[in-house]
């Protein structure tokens, strides 16, 4: 049975004792993502990843659902961890403890035995949009939101996926005994404890990053009881329990060994990346995967509907950007001209808006994509190139309203000369590097870390162990991993490609109305 909570306080957890890793000591990261899992096998004292294993999701949907079954997830991680461990030769008495990054805003709802009702519905799930915009226009509009949650309702948060569920589904409402994140339900299952930390729950928009607790009006207007929400631990590395003998059993891991809270994706990112008070503060970072997201960590409060304004595992803040349309929506493009992703070139005065999907910044839930400037001399790979630089530049556009919420100013030297840390699937790709680099017009760092997700997990389970600061031993971890592979991977500042950029943004643009259909 799920455990209940009054909702509004940070967790309390026990002290533990820090004990050194040693060579021999291990802990498990875990990056519960949209398609698929992520283990790790991560060394404490050196950050080494002695194995990586993954596991597939089935997501379904159409015409704007996205759905995938909660069980599936944690048959995912059983298999993954349990793959992983084998493939480290460690033994299972080495490991201190794990932790759960996962997909952000998903909606779990489950009954009185902890059984999920019904799919999930996921974050780039857009059949909550209208119910997003009705939202939107209460407690002050979107300003109002975004002072006190630090986001305004977009289609892909979880109140408005709530809301949605109470109008189309009130008898699966009506049933729910617990309502999770991905993350919490996962975190769930290992512990048999509730928690979330504020890092993920703030992708509700029914945790205010301003008081940092629920928000009771919040909650009155989305008709949700606060009781059926987890407590929100103080942060991503907090030891919210240990792992039951079911979870151990499931996974071949010892009983007792240490829980954390655990987080959100992209905030378990940050703290793989060695972002955070402890590493790199105001320092960005774009991942190109499902979804194309750029953000940074900083000690100042974001506050603007302009962007997700995401508290961090850390206990500081993560101002986000992010977009429907990447990596996927550029290998679809790839698929119907019948090319190779590598094979494409610079757009010329072709514009592709690959909105595949709905676009989530700029908030365009119902759009599809747009193709423009096309000529009897276009080539395939030019339109593949454009795909390209449209999904590109879109997040791009972002950049320097997240960059603005603290730090120096975007257009101070010592901002455009800060270097942008490129991850995800994407940054494996020559034409993805490229095109950043190109549009960018600043110093593109490709860190070591090959998982961050799952490092910055595996982080915060060390934390949670009593090994201290989940951010600090990430970014030493990461220098160990620079020094042994013949230091940092960084490519100097080419000239930002003005006439692309010009191009794409007027389209953009121009275009937004009509892309706003019905």
Not at 365 to 374: N, Y
Not at 395 to 424: E, F, H, Y
Request: charged share 20%.
């Amino acid at each position: 049975m799920p455990r209940r909570a009054s909702g509004a306080t940070k967790d309390s957890t026990r002290p533990v004792t820090r004990r050194t890793g040693g060579a021999d000591g291990l802990v498990i990261g875990v990056d519960s993502s949209t398609q698929s899992t992520t283990a790790v096998v991560v060394e404490i004292a050196t950050g080494r990843v002695r194995a990586t294993e993954s596991a597939p999701h089935e997501v379904r949907g159409e015409s704007g659902a996205r759905e995938s079954d909660p069980e599936s997830w944690w048959r995912a991680l059983a298999g993954a961890v349990g793959a992983a461990l084998a493939a480290s030769g460690a033994p299972p008495a080495a490991v201190r403890g794990i932790a759960v990054a996962g997909q952000q805003h998903g909606l779990v709802v489950l009954d009185r035995a902890g059984a999920p009702l019904r799919p999930a519905m996921l974050w780039n799930d857009t059949r909550a949009a209208p119910q997003a915009a009705a939202l939107a226009e209460a407690l002050g509009g979107p300003g109002g939101w975004a002072d006190r949650t630090g986001s305004a309702p977009v289609a892909a948060v979880t109140a408005a996926k709530w809301r949605w569920l109470t109008e189309h589904e009130p008898r699966t409402a009506a049933a729910t005994a617990a309502v999770r994140l991905p993350h919490d339900y996962l975190t769930e299952r290992l512990a048999g404890t509730a928690a979330t930390d504020p890092g993920d729950a703030s992708g509700t928009c029914w945790y205010a990053t301003a008081t940092g607790a629920y928000d009771p009006a919040v909650l009155d207007l989305i008709g949700l009881d606060a009781r059926l929400l987890p407590p929100v631990a103080a942060g991503g590395g907090i030891r919210v329990g240990d792992l039951t003998p079911a979870a151990a059993a499931a996974l071949g891991l010892p009983e007792g060994i240490a829980v954390a809270a655990g987080t959100g994706d992209n905030m378990a990112a940050a703290v793989g990346l060695g972002l955070g008070a402890a590493g790199l503060m105001d320092h960005p970072v774009l991942s190109l995967g499902t979804s194309g997201t750029v953000y940074t960590v900083t000690r100042a409060r974001p506050a603007t509907p302009a962007l997700s304004g995401f508290a961090s595992a850390d206990g500081h803040h993560l101002p986000l950007a992010c977009t429907l349309n990447c990596t996927l929506a550029v290998d679809r493009v790839a698929a119907l001209l019948g090319l190779s992703r590598d094979t494409a070139e610079a757009g010329g005065e072709v514009v592709l808006l690959p909105f595949l999907d709905g676009e989530r910044t700029p908030d365009l839930p119902t759009a599809s994509g747009l193709l423009t400037g096309l000529r009897h001399s276009t080539s395939r790979q030019q339109i593949l190139g454009a795909a390209y630089e449209g999904a590109v530049v879109t997040v791009l556009r972002a950049l320097d309203t997240v960059l603005a919420v603290g730090g120096p100013a975007p257009a101070s030297p010592q901002a455009a000369t800060r270097p942008l840390r490129l991850i995800g699937g994407g940054a494996r790709g020559p034409y993805w590097v490229e095109t950043v680099r190109r549009l960018a017009g600043r110093p593109v760092l490709l860190p070591r870390t090959a998982e961050p997700v799952a490092v910055g997990a595996a982080a915060l389970a060390a934390s949670a162990a009593g090994e201290g600061d989940a951010v600090a031993l990430a970014r030493a971890w990461e220098r160990t991993r620079e020094e042994a592979a013949g230091g940092v991977r960084e490519l100097p500042a080419v000239e930002r490609d003005r006439e692309t950029w010009e191009r794409v943004s007027g389209v953009l643009d121009r275009a937004t109305p009509a892309l706003l259909r019905p």
